[in-house]
């Protein structure tokens, strides 16, 4: 198991979206298959989606048709978030909700409680945005204008299938943490301060992603070590080898360098807006093995 027995999660925390429609305009980006590598490479864990869409969709998603059914993920027990995915979701951002509640402050960051938390939508096949339509073809993302983390859980299959990482429950809890983290930037004003226009391998849009790496492995980090007050036990069993690679296996498959060389057959890093696949796995470690908010300055190092 990855959450400890005992374990128990309330309700309420992630909405659930079915029916939703949304196709074409935010994610078509004027349609085509090249039009969907480019949200592949760009949007793929993170970064700006709304770079991609503005002008096609307004900012306000449009498009679909039908009526979007809409719910919430009831409580979980450990056990379950360790067999079902929408669960592990609930579970997951209930104890990242808990370790920056505590994180921000101690770092001498302050952040109005009620804005610590971002929005957590899973939705299936598509959905309306504040920054466009969403399909599962975009993959996970944190929108800005909505404070919100969309994701389609089918991405955690593709993710493994076509991406080539090993999968895992840790490796599917990577991805929600980066996104969380870039709530945080959004909260602490690093979304403002970044020119998240440019690109390249030096570039600050590279420099945003690699610090939401370096967040997500903060809160693996400290997650096996924190006890739930709701339950009295650690949120997370203390973490394996093997979950480690698992997480280290998802931030690869989701470098520039990989993701360029599956699809063009080549490499360009003046392209770069995530960074490379070494740069992701080492700043995850940085955040897991140092344990510092302050450790995943990325703007202030010299070499990513």
């Known amino acids: ?100 509640a505590r994180a921000l402050p101690a770092a001498g960051l302050d952040v109005p409680e009620a804005e610590v938390q971002p929005g957590v939508v899973e939705f299936a096949e598509a959905t309306q945005t504040g920054c466009g339509a969403a399909s599962a073809a975009t993959g996970p993302f944190y929108c800005p204008p909505d404070r919100a983390i969309y994701l389609d859980l089918s991405f955690y299959d593709v993710l493994s299938s076509q991406y080539g990482a090993s999968g895992g429950p840790l490796a599917e809890m990577y991805v929600v943490a980066h996104e969380y983290g870039h709530h945080v930037q959004q909260l602490t004003g690093v979304f403002d301060r970044a020119d998240r226009s440019g690109t390249g391998d030096d570039s600050d849009s590279v420099r945003v992603e690699l610090q939401a790496d370096c967040y997500a492995g903060l809160w693996a980090g400290d997650a096996a070590t924190t006890v739930d007050p709701d339950t009295g036990v650690t949120f997370l069993e203390p973490i394996t080898r093997q979950q480690l690679a698992d997480a280290l296996s998802a931030a690869a498959a989701v470098g520039d360098d990989h993701l360029q060389q599956q699809a063009t057959g080549g490499v360009d890093p003046d392209t770069w807006t995530h960074g490379s696949s070494e740069q992701r796995q080492r700043w995850f470690t940085v955040g897991y093995e140092q344990g510092s908010v302050a450790a995943c300055d990325t703007f202030a190092a010299t070499t990513l």
């Open 1 to 100: 198991m990855t959450f400890q027995d005992g374990g128990r999660f309330e309700g309420g925390r992630v909405t659930s979206r079915r029916g939703g429609g949304g196709r074409g305009r935010g994610v078509a980006v004027g349609g085509g298959i090249g039009s969907l590598v480019l949200v592949v490479l760009v949007v793929l864990l993170g970064g700006n989606p709304a770079q991609l869409f503005a002008g096609v969709a307004g900012g306000t998603g449009g498009g679909g048709s039908g009526t979007e059914q809409v719910a919430t993920v009831g409580e979980c027990t450990a056990e379950q978030a360790n067999a079902e995915r929408e669960c592990r979701l609930s579970a997951t951002v209930q104890a990242l909700d808990a370790y920056w």
